[in-house]
């Protein structure tokens, strides 16, 4: 069974698929806060990097991201941290 970081990370690779993807499960350092389970896998860091960002404002690409990731904020996905670039923004072009 996969862990909902790599679900994350497969399905923005699915969406975006010349993407680099990196996912960091922050959840532990939500402890107590709400949106918070025992069992974590509740807020993550997401970095995207990817051409098909180009011409896209960071609103559409905010969009197009949550809209990916909406089954996973339907079972429990609480909060998301996007950092979502071209690869000239990432120093990569």
Do not use: K, N, W
Request: glycine share 8%.
């Amino acid at each position: 069974m996969q862990t909902r970081a790599e679900r994350i990370r497969d399905a923005l690779q699915a969406a975006f698929p010349s993407a680099e993807v990196r996912v960091q499960d922050d959840s532990h350092r939500h402890a107590g806060h709400a949106g918070a389970r025992p069992e974590g896998e509740t807020h993550y860091t997401v970095e995207v990097v990817s051409p098909a960002f180009a011409g896209m404002s960071r609103v559409a690409r905010s969009r197009a991201a949550h809209a990916v990731l909406a089954p996973e904020f339907g079972s429990g996905l609480h909060a998301l941290s996007l950092r979502l670039l071209t690869p000239e923004e990432a120093g990569r072009g």
